[in-house]
Structures are given as structure tokens and as C-alpha cells.
């Protein structure tokens, strides 16, 4: 039987990972209900506005001068507490609408950084590789793995992108085939790293966009900072009988790359 201390933890457990989602769905439930409040308030206000309103002018026809006429600071003596259940919950709703976005961006941030670090430490684990093996053996073994993903995905199983060139190519980020030449490859190279040394940053989507290939969902959200400029590296391949050039990183796009620049 389960301890109600263990249900307890695993209670705060969920509601911690998905406080950003119960927060989100707080702040809309809360708009709206701000709304609602305040209209109601509003009618509300509106009939004790005029009640009094209608109870001066009574008074003042029978003679009596005491009350004068209802003033907008009068107005606002009398109808602020009916105001108080809308301020109460617009100041939840705010309140739960930043504590989300600050959520997220520390989540976002974290996962940047445990991005970079992992990056960082196969870069150094890749270094190894060659000091121990040579460039030429880590090379060949690279092409072996590029080679076994093509097989386990070949060109005639994928729809081929058409682009300026006439060489078969695969991305091996995305697993595409798409058209193009070791010319115009070396130029978007360039041209990304150059917008990266004007800019201090560049999108994947932006080298997608240098080589006629569609962003995916992510595609603007990872890319290249002054501290990590593109770098391609390509491994010679053969996709059911045809010649194709394997396309790859040998630095990675990273989420969060603006933010580390």
C-alpha cells in the first residue's frame, strides 16, 4: 500500500514539472475571469451610482441643500469595494502569467547550457578519437556511420528536395536528400560564417534558406554564435547504386545560440 508521504511527493513532483502548464492555464482562466468581474462590477456600480444619484435629487426637492450633486470622487467612495474580487484576480492572473514566462526562460536557459555542455564535451571526445586512432581512421569511421543511416533510409524511401545543383546529398541533421554541388555547399559555408562575424549570429533556417531546403520547426531556433561558427563536414556515400555526399556538422547548431554569444 502506497504511504500517503509518498503520494505527497509524488503530487509535488507532478505539479513541479508541469507548473508551467497549470500556471498558463491559471492566467487564461483568469482573464476571463477578470473579465466577468469586472463587467459585473461595472453593472453594478452603474445601478448604485444611479440609486444615489436618484436619492439626491429626491432630497434636494423636498429642500434640503446637504447632499449637492455626486461627485466622482463620491462615485468612487461608493461603488471600490465591488472592485475588489476583479483586482484580487487580475493580480493572480498576472502573477501566474510571469511566474510561467520566468519558468520557461530558466528552463530554456538550462536546457541551452546542458545543450552546450554536451556538445563541448563530444567535441573534446571526438578530439580524442582522431589523437588516438588518426584523422584518416576517424574519417573512414565517420563515413561508415553516415553510410549506415543512408541504408537504413535510402533515397528511393525519401523524397528528394530539388535545389541548384546536380548532386544527390544527405543532411544529416534532418535525414534529407536534397540537390546540390560542393561549390555552392562551400558558399553558404561562408556566407553563414560571415553573417555570424556581422551579425553575431545565425539560424540554421538562415543556411536552410542558402541551400533552397524548407525550415523544419526548429530550424530558427538553433544556430551558430561568434563563439561556434558553422563548419560542414562531408563523408562520400552510395544510396542504392547512386553517388551521394553525406552533409553534416562538425559543429553542431545549438538551441539558445543567441543568448550565448
Same mark, same amino acid.
Given at each position: ?13 507532478l505539479v513541479v514539472d508541469n507548473s ?69 484576480? &487580475?493580480?493572480l492572473t498576472m502573477t501566474a502569467i %510571469?511566474?510561467?514566462?520566468? @519558468? /520557461?526562460?530558466?528552463? $530554456? +536557459? ?73 561549390? &555552392? ?6 556566407? %553563414?560564417?560571415?553573417?555570424? @562575424? /556581422?551579425?553575431?549570429? $545565425? +539560424? ?58
Open positions: 500500500m502506497v504511504a500517503l508521504g509518498d503520494l505527497m511527493k509524488r503530487f509535488e513532483k508551467p502548464t497549470i500556471l498558463t492555464a491559471i492566467g487564461v482562466t483568469g482573464t476571463l475571469t477578470t473579465a466577468y468581474l469586472t463587467a459585473q462590477a461595472t453593472f453594478k456600480a452603474a445601478e448604485l451610482i444611479y440609486l444615489e444619484e436618484v436619492r439626491r435629487v429626491k432630497l434636494r426637492e423636498q429642500g434640503d441643500e446637504s447632499p449637492g450633486y455626486l461627485l466622482p470622487k463620491d462615485a468612487v467612495k461608493l461603488v471600490w469595494k465591488l472592485y475588489i474580487p476583479t483586482l484580487g484576480t &487580475a493580480a %510571469i511566474c510561467s514566462n520566468r @519558468i /520557461n526562460s530558466r528552463r $530554456a +536557459a538550462a536546457v541551452a547550457v546542458a545543450y552546450s555542455i554536451t556538445e563541448k564535451a563530444f567535441a573534446e571526445y571526438r578530439d580524442k578519437v582522431v589523437e588516438k586512432i588518426g584523422e584518416k581512421k576517424e574519417e573512414a569511421l565517420r563515413s561508415e556511420l553516415a553510410q549506415a543511416r543512408v541504408d537504413r533510409d535510402p533515397v528511393g524511401n525519401a523524397t528528394v528536395i530539388i535545389g541548384e545543383g546536380r548532386v544527390l546529398c544527405y543532411e544529416e541533421f534532418t535525414g534529407r536528400f536534397f540537390y546540390s554541388d560542393m561549390e &555552392a555547399l562551400r558558399r553558404a559555408e561562408n556566407d %553563414i560564417n560571415a553573417q555570424v @562575424i /556581422n551579425d553575431s549570429y $545565425a +539560424a540554421l533556417s538562415d543556411l536552410y534558406d542558402l541551400l533552397n531546403l524548407p525550415h523544419t520547426s526548429e530550424s530558427s531556433e538553433v544556430g551558430w554564435n561568434l563563439d561556434r561558427l558553422l563548419k560542414l563536414e562531408f563523408s562520400p556515400l552510395i544510396s542504392e547504386g547512386r553517388p551521394c555526399i553525406s552533409v553534416g556538422f562538425s559543429v553542431k547548431p545549438i538551441r539558445g545560440f543567441a543568448r550565448l554569444q
